[in-house]
């Protein structure tokens, strides 16, 4: 069965240090991968996607998240973290070959807080 | 601008009653989601429909009812048999690829009053 896991549910960094956030996948069949940022009381926004073109995949606000099949990996990270960088972050998991099954399967989330 | 517009943005129910919750959609997608959101359970998927006049159900479709007449729409009653509405409800769109991101509107919280 399909699913994704976010390691942590909670994650706080101070301002300027490594952001590391965590998502591992299951899938049979190849996958597509997504990572969103959510804002308080806001919608969802796509911060990158990966499609199978590159492995190590660049989005918006400075992240990037490389795709690692040996380790069903899908790790979100960002060299700094700044003070507006604190949010609901979610991995989401999408099928190829999914036929009338578009769906996407999501992982709980990771809170991120970034401390002054 | 193209975007999914959401309204209401906060919305009240009385016990008993029947609300409808809009998503409007201009980006000529042909998918609509709707998910519930409560704390620490992320997104649960309610309703999904990948053409006009078809849609399916999703995990916890129970309490629930939607329409899909125009492309551009897809309205979500929260009836009355749903004993627990008050959660935060997201509506989305993508294209019919499964290699799409789907793309979100700023949601409607529901509360019991």
């Known amino acids: 069965a399909q699913s994704v896991t976010q390691l942590g549910s909670h994650v706080s960094v101070s301002e300027g240090a490594l952001v590391l956030l965590r998502c591992n996948y299951s899938?049979?069949?190849?996958?597509?991968l997504f990572w969103y940022v959510q804002y308080p009381n806001q919608g969802l926004q796509l911060l990158l996607k990966?499609?199978?073109?590159a492995t190590l995949v660049k989005g918006i606000n400075g992240f990037e998240a490389e795709f690692k099949k040996s380790e069903t990996s899908f790790h979100l990270t960002k060299p700094s973290a700044h003070m507006s960088d604190a949010a609901e972050y979610f991995c989401?998991?999408?099928?190829?070959?999914?036929?009338?099954?578009?769906?996407?399967?999501w992982g709980l989330g990771t809170s991120l807080a970034v401390n002054p | 601008d193209g975007g999914i517009t959401q309204s209401p943005k906060y919305l009240f129910r009385k016990e008993g009653q029947n609300v409808t919750l809009s998503c409007e959609q201009n980006?000529?997608?042909?998918?609509m989601y709707w998910y519930r959101q409560d704390p620490g359970q992320g997104l649960r998927l309610i309703y999904y429909?990948?053409?006009?006049?078809?849609?399916q159900k999703g995990d916890i479709a129970e309490g629930y009812s939607v329409s899909r007449e125009k492309k551009e729409s897809f309205p979500l009653t929260v009836t009355s048999a749903q004993k627990n509405p008050t959660a935060f409800y997201l509506c989305?769109?993508?294209?019919?690829?499964?290699?799409?991101?789907?793309?979100f509107g700023d949601g409607t919280r529901l509360s019991i009053l």
């Open positions: 989305a769109s993508s294209y019919a690829n499964s290699n799409q991101p789907q793309h």
């Open positions: 980006l000529n997608h042909d998918a």
């Open positions: 429909s990948q053409i006009v006049n078809d849609f």
């Open positions: 899938s049979s069949v190849p996958p597509y």
């Open positions: 990966y499609t199978s073109a």
């Open positions: 989401a998991l999408g099928l190829r070959n999914a036929g009338n099954n578009r769906k996407l399967i």
